[in-house]
Each structure stands twice: as C-alpha cells, then as structure tokens.
C-alpha cells in the first residue's frame, strides 16, 4: 500500500478544526500526561519488597562466662546505683515486624536497676531488659583502664 492510498480515505476530515466544547475548559497539558503516568496497581507491594530486603541481625546468646560476667557488673553497679554512674550499654533490640533485631549501644547515667521487672532505667528515659544485654560497661572500669 502506499500512502496516498492510505490517507486518502481520511481526506474528508483531515483539515476539520479541533472540537473545543464551550462548557469546558481545555485540560492543560500537565492533566493530559497523568492519564498516561504508571498506575500502582499493586499497592503496598513495594513496601513489602523493601521490608522483605531490610536486614536483621540474629540475636547472640551469651556464654555462660560472659553471662556471670554481666552478672558481676551488674551487682557492682547496685552497690553504687546512688551515685547515678554512667554506663555504656550494648543490648538486642527485637525487631517488631519480621525475626531478629538490632544491637544498639547507649551511654547514659544508671538511675535505676528494676530486679523485679528484670530492667536497667536509664537517665536517657530507656528501659531496658537486662535480659537483652550483652555489654554493660561502667566508666569508672573504662577510665581506670585508660589510666
């Protein structure tokens, strides 16, 4: 075919002006091109695909040794909790959504140690689960160590 042939059958109305409606206002250009624009038909999916990628650490059990060591630490501690000693503690945070967490670390005063609700409180305003712990490192050691 060629394109005279093909046009041809158009000739009629090839050359019309445009409709323009006098009840409505010509959609601007910007209008024109959203009805183009990708459609998520799939809501909420890439949330999920990001969720799915977002990494978690596993939990680490301590040793025994390790565990009577915080023990040690935590029992000194008691002794001079009046003084509000600053601490750098390191514990797991449980992730809410999928398994496994996130180690944080916090240096903070100790105000309090909770051993009926098994919890360090902290002058940050944390509290944390002393079951969750798996450094707990006064100042009073670390400076003694510099010097």
Not at 70 to 92: A, K, N
Request: charged fraction near 25%; aromatic fraction near 6%; proline fraction near 3%.
């Amino acid at each position: 075919m060629n394109n005279e042939s093909q046009t041809g059958k158009y000739d009629d109305i090839i050359n019309l002006p445009c409709f323009n409606s006098e009840k409505r206002a010509k959609m601007s250009l910007y209008d024109r091109a959203a009805q183009f624009s990708p459609f998520a038909a799939l809501t909420g999916y890439d949330a999920a695909v990001m969720e799915a990628a977002r990494i978690t650490e596993r939990r680490i059990e301590l040793s025994e040794d390790s565990r009577l060591e915080l023990d040690m630490v935590q029992h000194m501690l008691s002794g001079i909790i009046d003084t509000e000693p600053s601490v750098t503690v390191t514990y797991f945070l449980p992730d809410s959504r999928k398994e496994g967490g996130e180690y944080r670390t916090v240096h903070s005063r100790l105000i309090r140690i909770d051993d009926n609700a098994g919890t360090l409180i902290l002058a940050s305003g944390e509290t944390i689960f002393i079951s969750t712990v798996i450094s707990l490192v006064p100042d009073v050691i670390t400076h003694s160590d510099e010097d």
